[in-house]
């Protein structure tokens, strides 16, 4: 059985096959879990694209393959604590990431992200025309989002918390589906993807 597997890979090593052994001769050590997990929602990808909605292990699984929560954490403990949450929900909501959240780029943000009755002059206290991050920090604690995603409450936030909160805002109708195009834009407006 290697034997022939190997002879198959000499023959393709002329080709694109020497590249792919090499990217996954690497993939092999340190990321083989994630590189498991992807492979397995890959095929849960396809069937949710036919059907054209998308669930929260499609968030999950799509966010996952991104560096974004391991950048935000810090400390690198694998949790969101409430500070490193603040800080990259402030970068999320920015999605020109120029560093400032203005009024159009909020406008949008309140609505994607489940609030209503919103106001602008409350969020920008200090009427700069801006939200700066002590000011969204403010308006966040009064909207509970870490400690409502926080499932286990153990006051960390695990990657699949977070993303499964943002799903539970997408889907408005609460039947556990977002449509694609909704899905699509939303993902590729938060998470640059
Ligand atoms: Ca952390
Ligand atoms: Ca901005
Ligand atoms: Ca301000
Ligand atoms: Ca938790």
């Known amino acids: 059985m290697q034997k022939n597997a190997k002879k198959v890979w000499t023959r393709m090593a002329m080709g694109i096959g020497l590249m792919s052994m090499l990217s996954f001769s690497s993939c092999s050590t340190a990321e083989n879990a994630d590189e ?7 095929a849960e990808e396809g069937a949710k694209i036919a059907d054209g909605l998308f669930d929260s292990n ?4 799509s966010f996952n393959a991104t560096n974004l929560f391991e ?12 500070n490193e949450f603040d800080g990259s929900y402030y970068q999320v909501w920015d999605t020109d990431n120029d560093g400032i959240l203005e009024e159009s780029e909020w406008k949008d943000d309140v609505t994607n992200f489940g609030l ?6 409350t969020w920008d206290a200090n009427n700069d025309n801006q939200v700066d991050k002590n000011e969204f920090n403010t308006a966040l604690e009064d909207n509970n989002y870490y400690s409502t995603w926080d499932a286990d409450k153990n006051n960390q936030l695990t990657e699949r918390e977070y993303t499964d909160g943002i799903f539970g805002l997408w889907d408005d109708n609460d039947d556990g589906q977002v449509e694609k195009e909704k899905y699509d834009n939303y993902y590729h407006t938060y998470f640059g993807v």
Request: glycine content about 4%; cysteine-free.
């Open 116 to 121: 209503t009755n919103e106001d602008w002059d």
């Open 58 to 61: 499609e968030l999950f699984t």
């Open 36 to 42: 498991v997990d992807t492979e397995t929602t890959g």
């Open 71 to 82: 950048d935000w954490d810090l400390n690198d403990d694998n949790f969101l604590d409430e």
